[in-house]
Structure formats: C-alpha cells, structure tokens
C-alpha cells in the first residue's frame, strides 16, 4: 500500500491510500508539454445542414477529433510504451523465425520446432507461479520489480542464445540442442509472463496508452521478420541449372544461400532490442512525466484496479455478467488461433502457391498487427457489437485457411495466381482483424477495474496453449497436414 502525489495543471493533489497516481482529466484545459499547438480550437457548433453541405466544416471537424487523440497524450510516453511492448515476444518470435538456419545445425533437423514448441509451453509455469503468487500467498510480488527481473530473464537468454544455440549434447545417447532448447525456456518465461504482468501494468496509465503498448507488442513479431529480410533468411534457397539432358532437357536443383550474417548476429541483434525494453520500461516507471500520465486510478494488493469516474470519458458501462464471460471466453478463442495454431499452419496453407505467395502471407500478416493497433489510435472502439461481427468475420477467414491448409499440396487454385493472392489477402486481413478485435476487448475489460487485465492475460496463455498443443498433436500424429514441397 502506497500513496503518490502527483501536479497536475490546477495545482498540487494529494491522495491517502494506495493510490498510485491521479491526474487531471482529458477534458482538463491546462497547457501540458505535449500538446500540439497548431491543432485547430473548437468554434461554435454550426447547422446541421452546413455540416452536410460544407467541406470546409466536415474536415475541420476531423481535424478537432484527431488533433484531440494526439493532444491528450504524451508522445514520449506513447514511445516508451511501445519500446515496452516490444519486450514481450520478441525473443520466442525470433526463434522461430530463425528455424530456417537454425536446422541446418540442429541435430532434430526439421522436428526441431516441435521440441521447441513443448519449451514454449514450459515457459508458461512463469505465469501460473505469478498468478499463485498473487492469489494464495500473503505477500503480494512488487509488480514494477517482476518486471524488471522478467525482463532481463528474456535480454539475458537472448545474449545467451547467440553464443550458445549450437551447442549440442547427448541425452540417452542421442544428441540434442540442449543449450538452445533450455534458453528457449526462459526466452518463453519472459514471453508468457508478459500476458499477466505486462498489460495489468499498462492499466495504471491512461487508455490510450495501451494502444501504443499493443503497438510495440506487434513490432516484437515484425522487427525480427524485417531483421530476418534483411539477412536474407527467405531466400535461403535458389534454382540453380546443374545438368542437361541428351534431349535437351534443363535440370535444375535447389541450393542454398548463404545469409548477408549469421544466427550469432541475428541474436545479438535481438538483445539490443531487449535492452532498448528494458530501458523503455525503467524509465516508464520512473519518470515523473510518465506518472503525469496515469490514469486516476487505485491500486491495491493483488493488482486490483478502481478508476476514478474522471478517467472514463465518456463513463464506460459495467458489464453484466454474461458479457464478461462471454468477452473472456472470446478472447481465449481468439487466442487459441491466433497464438497457438496460426504460426504453425501458415506454412501448409501458403506454400503451395509457391515461395512468393508463402514470404508475402508470413511478411505481411506480421506488418498487420502494429498496423491495426495504430489504427486503433484514431478508429477507436468499445461497442461489444462490433467486436462480436469483427470476430465472425475473422471466423470465415480462418475456415479458410485451415482449409487452404488442411489441403495441402492442393488446395483450391493451387496452380493459378488467383490461389496466391486470395491466400495471402486473407492471411493479411485475418491476422489485422485479430489484433484490432483483441485489442478492442481488452479496451473494454481495462475499464471494469478489479483483476480484470490479469483474467485477460491469464485466459490469453491458456488459450495459447490449448491451441500449441493440440496443433503440435495434429501435425505431427496424424495426416491431417501435408507439407508441400517447393520445386523449381
């Protein structure tokens, strides 16, 4: 228990309790330092009718509503909650990523991902023992030190990983990556534990930062893809001519490319990335113009949230208890999908249509996800109707690919170009619509206060591995999924 005071533009305020911060409110007139000061002031409402007829006035309409997203924030905090969202994943994302290098030196060779796979699901015992913690022990854990320590459990695997991921020993007398496999696990620790340590922490802050923190989330998938474009892990095979028959006959094979650098670089890489999170995080927690930027919000023990009235403009309603299973039974779906099975589907849905159309699904899915969160900044929403169409139609797109998937070598219009594009628009579209939906529920879960972002967390891993589980059953003991083979 712990009490804050923070200034606000009015004065100085001072709450008893635990109350970690209490700020104005969005409709507080007082000059802060992020205000943009060529944003249009708000003139006399005119007719109804000149709204419709004049141009002028439509767009100096929108331009009051955006510059209003941007003046109510702090863009300092906004990049720091972003930096802070890139710790999340980005370690267990770049693994993966790397697999194409990685099982060249492997000794599992392509059943690497697998064992890989049952690491991650390994590293959710970090989030069970935080929730247990919380819950049942008497002492509650200090979240802003949790993270610390998660953080630097996820920069020091990955400075780790790059010295060691070829490492081999034998275990029951077959050689195994051990080293790469045990590091997975804390790489996974940090990973998991964000989804219940991580996003309650954001809820401190005003709502619109959580929507620069999903931003950072997103970039930990796309910064490792566009590190692996770079060292050029998609093309990491090309068709070279090697015969001639007596006919004529051109025969040509697959050889490999030399990447522009090496895994040990590509990790590296990575740790610095992790370092820049952890700097974003530390100084999120400690300076005083981040505290300015809490919501009016009481924290007490076990991460249990009370906002103000002051903080929900307009006042958000109390959901009923129907709609609060329902939106955390939707996001577990969601989450079952999205982080559990999409991943590893992507492959058998995209590459029968050839190696363009599987790089561009697995490119541009990644580059969805930050998109629509930054989307969200402007086309914000809450309404549960949405949520529920926006969920049916990301629904449709992944019967889709299952089943582009579940056919493979041949799904429909596997030899035309028609297959191709309609492959990766879906994938493109179904990953964007998914991160706007969850982030849109987790905007709406954020203002029922209580434990509300720790369920979310908590039903978002369970669901996640649900989804990796059953999958990593389904590929591999069964023929549910063929692989198809990518020929010259």
């Known amino acids: 228990m712990s009490s804050y005071q923070s200034r606000s533009g009015l004065g100085i305020a ?3 309790g635990p109350v970690y911060g209490v700020i104005s409110s969005l409709d507080d007139p007082s000059a802060v330092p992020s ?27 929108m331009e009051q509503k955006y510059c209003s997203v941007l003046r109510n924030r702090s863009l300092i905090v906004d990049l720091l909650a972003i930096f802070f969202g890139i710790g999340t994943w980005l370690g267990v994302n770049g693994t993966f990523i790397q697999l194409p290098l990685l099982v060249d030196e492997a000794p599992e ?17 970090g989030p069970l023992l935080y929730t247990a913690i919380q819950k049942y022990s008497p002492r509650k854990l200090n979240d802003g030190w949790t993270i610390h320590g998660v953080l630097l459990v996820g920069a020091i695997s990955c400075l780790l990983t790059a010295f060691f991921y070829n490492r081999t020993a034998e275990v029951n007398g077959v050689d195994h990556s051990v080293a790469l496999l045990v590091l997975t696990i804390f790489t996974a620790l940090n ?18 930062y959580m929507v620069t923190y999903f931003i950072g989330e997103g970039l930990s998938g796309l910064l ?39 895994t040990k670089v590509f990790f590296l890489i990575l740790f610095g990335l992790m370092v820049l999170s952890y700097i974003g995080y530390t100084l999120l927690n400690a300076l005083p113009l981040a505290r300015m930027e809490y919501a009016k919000v009481t924290v007490s023990d076990g991460n249990k949230y009370v906002y103000g009235e002051a903080d929900n403009q307009p006042p958000s309603e109390k959901l009923t208890r129907g709609q609060y299973t329902y939106l955390l039974l ?15 589907i992507q492959s058998y849905s995209s590459a029968p249509y050839g190696s363009r159309s599987y790089h561009l699904a697995a490119t541009l899915s ?19 109707r949405l949520i529920t169409v926006l969920s049916i139609i990301a629904a449709l797109l992944t019967s889709y690919v299952f089943t582009t998937a579940a056919l493979s070598p041949y799904p429909p219009f596997y030899d035309h170009s028609l297959g191709g594009i309609l492959v990766v628009a879906a994938w493109t579209l179904l990953v964007g619509i998914v991160s706007y939906t ?25 669901g996640s591995t649900i989804g990796a589980v059953s999958i990593f059953f389904a590929i591999n003991y069964t023929n549910m999924f063929q692989a198809a083979e990518m020929t010259c």
Not at 239 to 248: I, K, Q, R
């Open 14 to 16: 001072s709450q008893s």
């Open 35 to 61: 205000d943009f000061a060529r944003c249009a002031v708000a003139e006399p409402s005119e007719s109804e009718l000149s709204v419709f007829l004049t141009w002028r006035t439509i767009h100096k309409k």
């Open 109 to 125: 060779g392509w059943s690497l991902p697998s064992y890989l796979s049952v690491m991650v699901q390994i590293g959710n015992l």
């Open 191 to 208: 990973a998991c534990t964000s989804s219940v340590l991580f996003m309650p922490y954001m809820g401190r802050f005003k709502e619109q």
């Open 224 to 262: 490792p893809s566009v590190t692996a474009l770079i060292q050029g892990i998609g093309e990491t095979s090309q068709c070279v001519l090697v015969n001639v028959t007596e006919t004529g006959q051109e025969i040509f094979e697959q050889q490999k490319v030399p990447p522009n650098f090496d």
């Open 330 to 344: 939707l996001i577990g779906a969601i989450s079952l999908f999205s982080n559990g099975m999409f991943g590893s």
């Open 366 to 384: 990644v580059i969805a996800n930050p998109v629509a969160c930054f989307m969200a900044m402007f086309l914000h929403f809450t309404s549960l």
């Open 438 to 462: 969850k982030l849109g529920i987790t905007t709406v879960m954020r203002s029922q206060g209580g434990q509300s972002l720790v369920w979310v967390g908590s039903i978002t891993q369970l």
